[in-house]
C-alpha cells in the first residue's frame, strides 16, 4: 500500500513538472533555432581563423586558442577598453538603480499632473532607441542649447564659471576620502546620462510599486509604522526580486552599449577579422555573466519569495 | 476590586501632571492635536515642494534637447541663422512638418508600423509571460541551465548572432519540409515574417528581457492564489490565463510598453532581415535628411537638420500618446490592487 501511495504521488510531480515545461516548449525550440547555432557557431569562429571566400561563404582554419592569446597579449586596446568598460559598468549600476527607485517612489504618489510628469520620465526611453538616437546623433552634434550630452554639460561648467576641480579640491581638504569624493564629483558630473539611462528602470519599479498590496500598507499605518519604517520594512522587500530584473537589465545595457561591443563590432565589420571578433564577443559576454551571476546571487540570498 | 484601588491610587499622580481646572486640560488637549495638524500640514507642504523640485529639476534635463528640437522644427530659414532667436521663432513655418510628412509618407507608414508593432507586442506578452510563467512555478530537470540560457539570450551582444540568423531566413526550412513541397527553400528576407516567427517561439527583439521580467513577477505572487484556483477545479492553462496573467497586470503592461517602443524603433532587425521602408518608420527616419535633400536640393546641413527636427518630433509623437493611454492602465491596477481574479 505504501509503496503505491508513494508512486501515484512521484507521477502527479512528474506530471505538474511536465505541464511546467509545455509552458517553456516554445522558447526551447527557438532557443535552440535560432540561438544555439549561433552560439556554436561564434564559439567556432572564436577558435579559428575566418577568411570571406570571394564568391560568397567562408573557410575555416583552426588555429586554437590564438585567437585569446592575442586579444590578451598582443591586441593594443582591448583589455583597457574591457576594464574601463567593466569599470563604468559597476559604477553606473548601484547609482542608476538608487536613482531610479526614488523616482519612482516619487512618481508612485498622487498628485496633480503626474500623467504629464510620467509621460516626461518616459522620454528617454523612447530617446535612446535605436532609430530616434541614429537620427539624434546628427542633431546632438549642432544642438546649441539644452543638456544633450555630458560634453555639452563639460562646456556649460566651463562657460558658466563653476569648477569641478574646484570643489574636488575643497572636499578633500575636508578629510572625505578622495576615492568617494570622485565617484561623487564623478556621478554628478555624469547626471544626464544617468538620467536618461534610467527610462527603463523607473518604469520597471512603477509596475513593482504597484504590485504591492495595498493592504500591506493599511496594515502597517494601522501598527502605526513611520513612513521611514514602512518604505524597508514593507516597500523594500517587496520590490526586492524587482531590484534584480532592474540590475540584470542595468548591466546588460552598460554592456550593450559599452565600448567593447563597439570594438568587437568594428573589428568584425571593418578590419574583417571575425575570429578575433568573436574572441572578443565571448570574452566580454563571459564576463558579463559572471558579474551578472554574482550580483544576482548576492541579492536573492537577501530576497523574499512567496515559495 | 484591586484594579479599581490601582485606579484610584494612581489618579492623584495625573493630577500632579495635568492642571486641576478641568476646562484647562480640555484647551491642552486640543493645542496638542491643532499643532500637531499644523506641523503635518507643513512636512506634506515641504515635502510636495521637495517633489516638485526634484521633478521638475530632472524633468529640465531630459526635456531639454526635446523642446529644443520642437522648437527648431519652427524655425524658418531666417531664424535658423539670427543669433538673437533662441527658442521661440520670429517667422515660425510649417514647411518642415509638411515635407518630413510627404518624405516618410507618414500617414500610411505609421499605420503600418503601428500594426507591426502591436501585434508582435500581443504575442511577446503572451509568449514571454507563458515561458516566465513556467520558469516561475513549476520544476522540471535541466531547469536552471535553461534560465542560464534565457540570461545568455539577455546578454549577448546582437551582432554575434546576425550571421546565422541571416542564413536561417534566406533559406528557411524545417527539417527540408518546405524544400519538399515547392521545390526550393523560400527566402523569407524582404518580408516581415522573420520577425514574427522569432516572435512567436519568444526569441524576438529582448525577449529574453521579457521572460526575465515576468518570472520576477510571477514569483512575486502568493502561491494561495494558485491552490485556491486548482481547489475549485481550474486546469493549469485555465489558471494561467484567468488568474495568473491578470494578477501580473502591471508587469504585462510594462512588458507591451518596452515591446511597442523597441519595436517601433529597431533599426537592428529591420536592416538584417531587409524588412521594406514602407512598413516601418525607424528605417526611413534614417534616410530622411539624405531623401529631403536630394529631393529639394537643400545643400546645407543646417538647414537640413531643421527637417530631421520635425522628423523626429513625428516619429516620437504616436508612442507618447500610446504611452499616456496605456499608463492610465496603470494607475487602475492601482485602484484594484491586491489579488484578483
Given amino acids: 500500500m505504501g509503496e503505491k501511495k508513494k508512486k501515484t504521488k512521484l507521477t502527479l510531480s512528474r506530471k505538474r513538472s511536465m505541464k511546467g515545461f509545455l509552458f517553456i516548449v516554445p522558447w526551447l525550440i527557438g532557443f535552440l533555432w535560432f540561438y544555439l547555432r549561433s ?36 591586441h593594443g586596446s582591448f583589455k583597457q577598453v574591457l576594464t574601463t568598460s567593466v569599470g563604468d559598468m559597476l559604477i553606473d549600476v548601484p547609482l542608476i538603480t538608487f536613482f531610479s527607485l526614488m523616482v519612482a517612489m516619487l512618481l508612485n504618489r498622487k498628485f496633480k499632473g503626474r500623467t504629464l510628469m510620467r509621460a516626461i520620465f518616459f522620454l528617454p526611453v523612447i530617446l535612446n532607441s535605436e532609430a530616434i538616437l541614429a537620427a539624434m546623433k546628427v542633431s546632438a552634434s549642432m544642438m546649441m542649447g539644452g543638456l544633450s550630452s555630458a560634453g555639452a554639460e563639460v562646456a556649460e561648467s566651463v562657460s ?18 578622495m576615492g568617494l569624493v570622485e565617484y561623487v564629483v564623478g556621478a554628478v558630473g555624469r547626471i544626464s546620462d544617468i538620467i536618461n539611462a534610467s527610462g527603463v528602470q523607473i518604469i520597471i519599479f512603477i509596475a513593482a510599486l504597484q504590485s504591492i498590496p495595498s493592504s500591506m500598507y493599511e496594515v502597517a499605518k494601522i501598527e502605526g509604522a513611520t513612513a521611514y519604517e514602512t518604505f524597508w520594512k514593507v516597500t523594500f522587500p517587496m520590490v526586492m526580486p524587482h531590484i534584480i530584473t532592474v540590475v540584470v537589465y542595468t548591466v546588460v545595457d552598460s554592456f550593450v552599449n559599452s565600448d567593447v561591443v563597439t570594438l568587437a563590432y568594428n573589428t568584425a565589420f571593418s578590419e574583417k577579422n571575425y575570429g578575433l571578433s568573436s574572441t572578443m564577443s565571448i570574452i566580454s559576454t563571459v564576463i558579463t555573466c559572471g558579474i551578472l551571476a554574482i550580483v544576482v546571487r548576492f541579492i536573492q540570498k537577501r530576497t523574499f519569495y512567496y515559495n | 476590586m484591586d484594579k479599581v484601588a490601582d485606579a484610584t491610587k494612581k489618579k492623584p499622580e495625573n493630577d500632579e501632571l495635568v492642571p486641576v481646572n478641568p476646562k484647562g486640560f480640555h484647551l491642552k488637549k486640543m493645542d496638542v492635536n491643532t499643532k500637531s495638524k499644523i506641523t503635518e500640514g507643513f512636512k506634506g507642504f515641504f515635502l510636495g515642494l521637495f517633489r516638485w523640485i526634484v521633478l521638475i529639476g530632472i524633468a529640465y534635463v531630459i526635456l531639454g534637447p526635446v523642446l529644443g528640437i520642437l522648437a527648431r522644427s519652427f524655425f524658418s530659414d531666417a531664424d535658423n541663422y539670427n543669433t538673437m532667436v533662441y527658442m521661440i521663432p520670429q ?113 524576438g527583439l529582448r525577449s529574453g528581457l521579457y521572460i526575465y521580467i515576468f518570472n520576477q513577477f510571477f514569483r512575486g505572487l502568493p502561491k494561495e492564489i494558485e491552490e485556491a484556483a486548482y481547489v475549485d477545479g481550474c486546469g493549469v492553462w485555465h489558471t494561467y490565463f484567468r488568474i495568473m496573467l491578470r494578477n501580473a497586470t502591471p508587469a504585462a503592461i ?26 516601418l518608420l525607424s528605417k526611413r527616419i534614417a534616410t530622411l535628411g539624405s531623401t529631403v535633400g536630394n529631393v529639394y536640393r537643400i545643400y546645407d546641413p543646417n538647414i537640413l537638420q531643421l527637417y530631421m527636427d520635425a522628423g523626429i518630433i513625428l516619429v516620437m509623437l504616436p508612442l507618447v500618446i500610446i504611452y499616456v493611454l496605456l499608463q492610465k492602465q496603470f494607475i487602475e491596477g492601482v485602484e484594484r490592487s491586491g489579488i484578483v481574479g
Fill in chain 1, 160 to 177: 558658466s564659471g563653476v569648477s569641478v576641480q574646484y570643489y574636488v579640491q575643497m572636499f578633500s581638504n575636508l578629510g572625505l576620502p
Fill in chain 2, 254 to 279: 510594462t512588458v507591451a510598453i518596452f515591446s511597442l517602443v523597441w519595436q517601433y524603433n529597431d533599426t537592428f532587425y529591420a536592416k538584417l532581415f531587409n524588412i521594406s521602408d514602407s512598413v
Fill in chain 2, 91 to 203: 517667422n515660425p513655418t510649417m514647411e518642415r512638418y509638411e515635407i518630413a510628412w510627404k518624405t516618410l509618407n507618414y500617414a500610411s507608414t505609421s499605420v503600418s508600423t503601428i500594426i507591426y508593432s502591436i501585434t508582435l507586442m500581443i504575442i511577446q506578452v503572451l509568449m514571454c509571460s507563458m515561458v516566465g510563467y513556467g520558469f516561475a512555478r513549476y520544476d522540471f530537470p535541466l531547469k536552471k541551465v535553461m534560465f542560464a540560457f534565457v540570461v545568455v539570450m539577455i546578454v549577448i551582444p546582437t551582432h554575434t548572432i546576425m550571421l546565422p540568423l541571416y542564413m536561417t531566413f534566406a533559406n528557411f526550412d524545417i527539417f527540408g519540409i518546405f524544400g519538399l513541397i515547392m521545390g526550393s527553400s523560400p527566402n523569407l528576407l524582404g518580408t516581415v515574417w522573420p520577425m514574427y516567427i522569432m516572435t512567436f517561439f519568444a526569441c
Fill in chain 1, 39 to 74: 552560439l556554436i557557431m561564434t564559439f567556432q569562429f572564436s577558435l579559428s581563423d575566418l577568411t570571406v571566400a570571394p564568391g560568397g561563404g567562408y573557410t575555416l582554419d583552426f588555429v586554437g586558442l590564438d585567437n585569446f592569446l592575442y586579444a590578451f597579449r598582443a
